[in-house]
């Protein structure tokens, strides 16, 4: 028996929440989108609008009021019975909390037509943290976007020991049909595969500078010449923003905590946050 995926319910509509609403509406699946309040849905609906007129910009296919159509497609709504009554998939996009998303899994469990699939899209959390909160865990596995959907365009797939091997597959080959390049992991992985990679260069590159071998340009200068790719860490992390990096490195051991307190006092503490703030480790003209 194969399983259908038609009707996607997004639950949550915050930073990810609506670039993957939007990103499977533009792909023609039916949408309902989530979130807890109307103040919510009233950011939703401006991120959303935001995302119609990127689209049009940077997304082929998105002119002729396509952008504008999918805009208007999107179902959305605060009342989480109603959103979920014909969902085949659920994908959750609400705050990184284990204390959120099991409260969240516990009502839409016992909302949920039985045979609905649930995703989670958390960057941190396993999905074995999460399955049993579900009622369902056959049924359940992770469906990890990166940020800005429609250009890092990777969907990391990652079941837990009881993910049925349909539904796996069911959620790859919706990936697929959004536009998304799936990556199918075979075991759960904390960091799933991308941030498996990134997270020890980036901080490799941070203990360089910091430990005063090399600036930041000398480190990318190498890594761009050294593997040929387009950019260097310290690049990357300019683009990402150094508050996650920090925050990440200020939980960690000893050595990460050093990191941190180099980020702070070099950057941060300077308003050097990266790009948005129109400096970071490089400086960037408006
Ligand atoms: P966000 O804070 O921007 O959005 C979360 C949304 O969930 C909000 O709109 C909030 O109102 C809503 N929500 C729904 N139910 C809620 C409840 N019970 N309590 C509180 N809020 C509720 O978060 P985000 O950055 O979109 O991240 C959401 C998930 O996506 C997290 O699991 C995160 O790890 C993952 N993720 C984020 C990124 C990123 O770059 N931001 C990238 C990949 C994955």
Known sequence: MTIEIRRVMVLGTGVLGSQIAFQSAFHGFDVTAYDISDE????????????????????????????????????????????????????????????????????LGKLAPERTIFATNSSTLLPSDIKDFTGRPDKFLALHFANLVWKFNTAEVMGTPDTDP?????????????????IELHREKAGYVLNSLLVPLLNAAMALSAGGYAEPEAVDKTWRIGTGAPVGPFQMLDIIGLTTPYNILANGD??????????????LDKGKLGIATGEG???YSA
Request: aromatic share 8%; proline share 3%; hydrophobic share 50%.
């Open 40 to 107: 919510a849905l009233a950011g939703a609906r401006d991120r959303i609008a935001k995302l119609a007129a990127t689209y049009r910009d940077e997304v082929p296919g998105a002119g002729d009021g396509k952008a504008e159509q999918t805009e208007a497609g999107i179902v959305l709504t605060a009342d989480l019975a109603a959103a979920v009554q014909d969902a085949d998939l659920v994908i959750e996009a609400v705050p990184e909390v284990l204390a959120i998303k099991e409260q969240t899994y516990r009502q």
């Open 166 to 182: 349909q539904v796996y597959q069911a959620v790859v080959d919706f990936a697929a049909a959004i536009g998304m390049v799936p």
């Open 254 to 267: 000893e050595d990460a905590q050093r990191l941190a307190a180099w980020l702070k006092t070099t950057y």
């Open 281 to 283: 480790f490089y400086r």
